[in-house]
Structures are given as C-alpha cells and as structure tokens.
C-alpha cells in the first residue's frame, strides 16, 4: 500500500461512519452489556463465485488496509450521532457510547489472502479477530470495498483471458455507478488484467497507466474530419489515434492514413485507429489491409462499442483484426452481474472467562450455513497445478494430512501445502509489506492462467474432517 494514503487523499481520514446504522445500534448494546472488550472472530467470504465462474480474482485489500486504519470517528462525527434519536424522540445514542466511539480505534489482528490470489467459495478474503465492536463496526465497509473490487477484478481477468496477447483499456468512469464505482473499477480492472485505464484519477492515485484518443464531438467540432485529424496531430503529435467512425468509417481510416503520412513526414508515427461502431470485424479487416498497404503495418486497430469477454470471442471468431479492446460499460459496472454477494460472519467469541467458543449460522439454505472457528485455508499444488484447497479452524487441532478425498492421497500432497492467509495487521499495527499495484496485476494473470489452464474437475475442494465434525456437531446441537 502507497504510505500516501490514497483513499485519505481522496475522501477523509475518519472512515467511522462508513457503515449501517445497525452496526452502530449493535456496537451501542454491545457497550451496555459491558461485551465491547471480548474478542471475536469474523469471516469475509463469498458462497458462490461471480459469472459461471469457479474462482475470483482477490482483489481490494489495499483499500481494506486503509479503512481498517482509518476506524476512528471524529468530534464532530461523535456529535453528528449524538444527534440521532429514536421512535421516542429522545437520543437514540447513550452519551458513555459516543464517548468510547471518540477513543476508538483498531486494536486487533486481520489476516487475508493476498491480492491477485484466487479465491474459491467460503475462503476468507479476510479473517478478522478483534474486540467485538471493532470487528462489528469493520463489517459494512470492508463488505463495501472487497466485494466490488473482487467482482470487476474477476470481470477483467476474463476479459483479459478472452483477449488474449491484444491490450485491454478499460474506459468505463462515464457509466460507472458513481465516482467511487468508477475509481475502484479502474483500479480493480487493472488489477485483474487490464493494460491500462482512461480514468485519470486513477492514474493520479493508484498508478493504473491511463490511455486516450479523441472523441467524436473533437470531429464534429471542426469543418471536416480530415481538419480535425491534422489539428489533433498538430496538438499532440505523439499520440495520434484517430476515432474514424463519426461519419464515414472507411473514409476516415483514408483520412487517418493522410495525416500519417504528413505526421512521418515532422519525424512522428501514427499510432493507431479506433473504430466504435457498425461490423467490427469486416471494419477492423478492411482498415488493418488499408493500414498495411499505406505503409503503416504498426498501427494497431482498436475497438470499442459494449464490448465485453463474449463480444471478443465472437469478433476473434470471424477474424477480426482488431489488437487493442477498450472495454467500458460492461466491465466497469460488471453489467452481467453488478454484485458479488459476499457476506461477512461471526464464527467464535470469547466468553465471560475469555475461552473461545465456536458460531455457526444455521440455514434451510445449505450455501447460507457458515463455518466455525478461526478459519485458515491449506492450498496443495503439484509444480503449478493446483491440487486441492482445504479449510480448516486454527481453534482446533491441526488438519489431518492423511486424505481429503478419496481421489487424493497422503503422497501426493506432501511438501506441496501453502498457507494462503497472510498476516496483515497484529495488535492494531498494520504489517509493512511494499506494494506495487504493477506485481499485483502480474501476479492475477498468472494465477488466473493457471487456475484455467488446470482440471478443475479433478480439483478438491471441502472442509478439514475436523472442522466437518465440529459444525456437525454444532449443528445438532438443539
């Protein structure tokens, strides 16, 4: 994480009152009850992984680790609470609460999967144990800022699977869900795969390369096109990629060719085209054999128009000759599944005499059953392939390492377990680890190529058989 703080940058330091107001009704009972000090245990998962998919794209810590740090309310966020009154009339805040939210801050541990990992259904992004009003108060934001970025991180992946070796931009702010949506997207999409973003506030921020042309009106503002494309070359004479389709698409890709060759000529190259409507396959075949046969071999073709992983695939089907893909609308907003669905979990507390005991939410639904404990994850992989992935509770004993399913025995899973949580905060105090949002990106691509290229059908997934006995058991418990 940038020690410049982005999200602070951008919005407040005090992240207090980024939450529901049940979670601040609660907090306020749990300080009546004298329960504020007693530690707990909460999961942030997801039940099912977004778009047909087996596994997402871990995505969002970084901005975890700044909410977590900014869990503090200012004097006036304390008086805008005191405030706040019930069906009575009368506050609805007791004035002992609002002083302990004035002194508040993060005390406890976090651990989490790091970005650009996978995570599978029931993993934890993040594990969080800390005293109970802390931990509850985290649960509205840190559902906020890992769900969204895991979704568009996950949704870009696949986009920059469908792509292939071609660069993806993503240029999505215009019809993002708000100016938050829009930045987290940026960054989440590059994260997952992209080349690069339109959005300069996330290249200012979070260092995402950003990537423009001109739009239409930059045409229509002038006499004719070709006017416009010679002006655009004469301002910025390094960055010359013509959007061709405002009137007449093969007319402008001859334009585009005319101010090329007036550009090589002041010692400068056409960098490309940009086609945003009709057949983007037979436009993208005549431009890129007008580009050839004018001497410009170089310059790419690139396309947008509601373009997502779908779309690619079938202009890649019919030829296209497209090699850069700017993708908007449909990846910024996730436009085939607009929200991940995670949710986050008590699993054990501490009792009056400070020894743990183990939660599970019960549910007619199977998928909505929780699991107990402290949970960690044991990857196993052979070479790069991955194995199996086992969860179990560091509450109990270790997990048995003899079978985790019939398919796969002792032999072959030894010295190839990973531990997949990674410590990220301890008493408080957030663990030093450089960032670089660039390692991150390259680190998803590589996981998520290899998590696809291996046979999922032979993978195995479940709890540890000592975390299955204990939710048994606790599940029968009348």
């Given at each position: ?195 690069g973003t339109s959005n300069v506030w996330a290249g200012r921020y979070f ?31 390094n960055n010359c990629i013509f959007l061709v389709d405002t009137y007449d ?119 909505k059953v929780s699991n107990p404990g402290r949970l960690a994850v044991r ?100």
């Open positions: 994480m940038s020690p410049t703080s982005p999200l602070a940058q951008v919005y407040r330091p005090n992240f207090g009152l980024l939450t529901d107001l049940y979670q601040l009704t609660m907090a306020a009972a749990y300080h009546q009850q004298g329960m504020q000090e007693r530690r707990a245990v909460f999961h942030l998962f997801f039940r099912k992984a977004p778009f047909g998919e087996r596994a997402a794209v871990a995505a969002g810590l970084p901005l975890a680790i700044e909410i977590v740090k900014g869990l503090s309310f200012s004097a006036d966020d304390v008086q805008y609470l005191g405030r706040l009154t019930g069906a009575n009339g009368k506050p609805l805040f007791k004035e002992p609460f609002l002083n302990y939210l004035q002194r508040l801050k993060f005390t406890g541990d976090i651990d989490a999967i790091p970005e650009g990992e996978i995570a599978l259904p029931h993993e934890p992004l993040l594990r969080v144990e800390a005293p109970l009003i802390q931990a509850q108060l985290l649960e509205t934001a840190l559902l906020n800022v890992m769900n969204f970025s895991t979704l568009i991180a996950t949704k870009a992946a696949r986009i920059k699977a469908a792509a292939g070796e071609d660069r993806v931009i993503e240029f999505g702010l215009r019809r993002a869900q708000g100016i938050d949506g829009g930045l987290t997207a940026s960054r989440s999409a590059y994260v997952g795969g992209c080349d260092d995402v390369p950003v990537r423009g042309t001109h739009a239409h009106s930059w045409v229509m503002a002038h006499v004719d096109e070709l006017t416009a494309f010679e002006a655009y070359a004469e301002a910025l004479p698409t093969i007319e402008g890709v001859r334009n585009a060719i005319r101010v090329g060759k007036q550009l090589r000529e002041k010692g400068h190259e056409l960098r490309g085209i940009r086609l945003d409507s009709g057949d983007l396959a037979d436009l993208s075949i005549r431009a890129r054999r007008m580009l050839d046969e004018a001497g410009f071999p170089d310059a790419f073709v690139s396309a947008s128009d509601s373009l997502d992983e779908y779309a690619i695939a079938r202009l890649k089907a019919a030829g296209a000759r497209i090699t850069v893909w700017g993708i908007g609308t449909r990846l910024a907003t996730a436009y085939d599944q607009p929200a991940l669905g995670g949710v986050y979990k008590l699993a054990a507390i501490q009792n009056e005499a400070g020894e743990w005991e183990t939660k599970v939410k019960r549910s007619e639904t199977l998928i990857r196993y992989y052979a070479g790069d392939r991955p194995l199996a992935s086992q969860l179990y509770d560091t509450l109990g004993a270790p997990p048995s390492a003899q079978v985790i399913d019939e398919r796969l025995q002792q032999h072959e899973l030894e010295g190839k377990a990973v531990e997949l949580l990674e410590p990220v905060f301890r008493n408080g105090v957030a663990i030093d680890r450089p960032y670089d949002i660039h390692r991150t990106r390259g680190r998803a691509l590589e996981n998520w190529r290899r998590w696809h290229a291996a046979d999922m059908d032979t993978f195995v997934y479940g709890l540890a058989p000592e975390l299955l006995k204990a939710k048994e058991a606790l599940l029968n418990v009348e």
